[in-house]
T-cell receptor
Framework: NAGVTQTPKFQVLKTGQSMTLQCAQDMNHEYMSWYRQDPGMGLRLIHYSVGAGITDQGEVPNGYNVSRSTTEDFPLRLLSAAPSQTSVYFC?????????????FGEGSRLTVL | AQKVTQAQTEISVVEKEDVTLDCVYETRDTTYYLFWYKQPPSGELVFLIRRNSFDEQNEISGRYSWNFQKSTSSFNFTITASQVVDSAVYFCALSEAATGRRALTFGSGTRLQVQP
């Protein structure tokens, strides 16, 4: 039972490069989300999805794109990386669309933008 | 707008001491949910508890207990007889049940260090 799987775990980019953080869950959860964690700021929501084909912006969406073509996958795309996007990224899913249930987190992806 | 404040940035205790982590929240909704998550040094986030706004009963789970007080908008977390394995960053979070952004709003976290 894999739960929420994120890849890669570590990535170093140069300013302006693009990349995709992958997230997959095998729990048939409707709700999936991406958070970023920065020192002293807790976790902030980037984008979320309440089902295949439905996505919406969170608190800090600028510079990131998402799509949800299947229930299982929710990739996060950085189109033109900037040093301000250096962070630890967490994907999370939940079985309740209203997000009143427990969030299941991936192990995180540490991204450094030089 | 919803907000969660964890005023204690870092707490250091000696093993077997009791410690309380504070959490104060702001919301305009009457129905909401409060959470605590633990992030050990390995980095993953572990769910500890969920509490809805209509249930003010305190909860105890082993050495962990939670005190929810709507009158002071607080949801504090106490670890009794702390152990080195309790060393982690602890996050309090809030979710509003009304339609709107479906997300958890996290506090900035409290780093707990338990010294042997």
């Amino acid at each position: 039972n894999a739960g929420v799987t994120q890849t890669p775990k570590f990535q170093v980019l140069k300013t302006g490069q693009s990349m995709t953080l992958q997230c997959a869950q095998d729990m048939n959860h409707e709700y999936m989300s991406w958070y970023r964690q920065d020192p002293g700021m807790g976790l902030r929501l980037i984008h979320y999805s309440v089902g295949a084909g439905i996505t919406d912006q969170g608190e800090v969406p600028n510079g990131y794109n998402v799509s949800r073509s299947t229930t299982e996958d929710f990739p996060l795309r950085l189109l033109s990386a900037a040093p301000s996007q250096t962070s630890v990224y967490f994907c999370a899913s939940s079985y309740r669309v209203q997000n009143t249930g427990e969030l299941f987190f991936g192990e995180g992806s540490r991204l450094t933008v030089l | 707008a919803q907000k969660v404040t964890q005023a204690q940035t870092e707490i250091s205790v000696v093993e077997k001491e009791d410690v309380t982590l504070d959490c104060v929240y702001e919301t305009r909704d009457t129905t909401y949910y409060l959470f605590w998550y633990k992030q050990p040094p390995s980095g993953e986030l572990v769910f500890l508890i969920r509490r809805n706004s209509f249930d003010e009963q305190n909860e105890i789970s082993g050495r962990y207990s939670w005190n929810f007080q709507k009158s002071t908008s607080s949801f504090n977390f106490t670890i009794t007889a702390s152990q080195v394995v309790d060393s982690a960053v602890y996050f309090c979070a809030l979710s509003e049940a009304a339609t709107g952004r479906r997300a958890l709003t996290f506090g900035s976290g409290t780093r707990l260090q338990v010294q042997p």
